[in-house]
């Protein structure tokens, strides 16, 4: 299956750290994304993490895979009011034509 | 480096019309995507490229949408006849090698 989920909105204080959640159901998975949608804009690319790896660290994010559990997440350290935006998570499974699978994206809202 | 452009920005056509997209990837890059974003959803695949080949057109109403992507370079989408419920933003992409995808501003269709 190709299923991916993650929860639907996030609210966090300026400062504080975000952590988005994505679950996803194909073990075949190879590389998993994150990508950062702002209102009426497209797809903006942030990391990416092989499926090898535990935790990738890049500057104020943090992306973490519990692939026993098919489970990704992505932490912003001291999120600001520029992160508010929708985030996805995508998954991408070689082989079979790579194709590249999208969840249904977590609202985050950063308050003052 | 250039990013995938897409034309129109904005479309707004009547029901049983048609509607074109177009959409000119990365230099380079070798698979290109159309997604279709429903407000509130993620992303869903229409179509994947790979050069001028179709590799994934599984989720395209292949009744009434279209696609082509004629040198394996520009792509361009089309719904004949549009329907209601195909109001929505779509999205292309390129990649070169099949994984990390480049999105474009997207083309907001609205169909009344």
């Known amino acids: 299956g190709e299923d991916v989920e993650q929860s639907l909105f996030l609210s966090v204080r300026e400062g504080d750290s975000s952590v988005i959640n994505c679950t996803y159901t194909?073990?075949?998975?190879?590389?998993l994304y994150w990508y950062k949608q702002e209102p009426g804009a497209g797809l903006q690319l942030l990391t990416y993490i092989f499926s090898n790896m535990d935790m990738k660290q890049d500057q104020r994010l943090t992306v973490l895979l519990n692939k026993k559990d098919k489970h990704l997440s992505l932490r912003i350290a001291d999120t600001q009011t520029g992160d508010s935006a929708i985030y996805f998570c995508a998954e991408i499974v070689t082989g079979g034509g790579n194709k590249l699978t999208f969840g249904t994206g977590t609202q985050l809202k950063v308050e003052l | 480096e250039a990013g995938v452009a897409q034309s129109p920005r904005y479309k707004i056509i009547e029901k049983r019309q048609s509607v074109a997209f177009w959409c000119n990837p990365i230099s380079g890059h070798a698979t290109l995507y159309w997604y279709q974003q429903i407000l509130g959803q993620g992303p869903k695949l229409l179509i994947q490229?790979?050069?001028?080949?179709?590799?994934?057109d599984s989720q395209l109403p292949k009744d009434r949408f279209s696609a082509e992507r004629l040198k394996g370079v520009d792509s361009t989408l089309k719904i004949q006849p549009a329907k209601l419920e195909d109001s929505a933003v779509y999205l292309c992409a390129s990649s070169p090698w099949g994984g990390e995808a480049f999105f474009g501003q997207g083309t907001r269709l609205t169909v009344v």
């Open positions: 490229f790979q050069n001028n080949g179709v590799v994934d």
């Open positions: 194909d073990s075949s998975s190879t590389y």
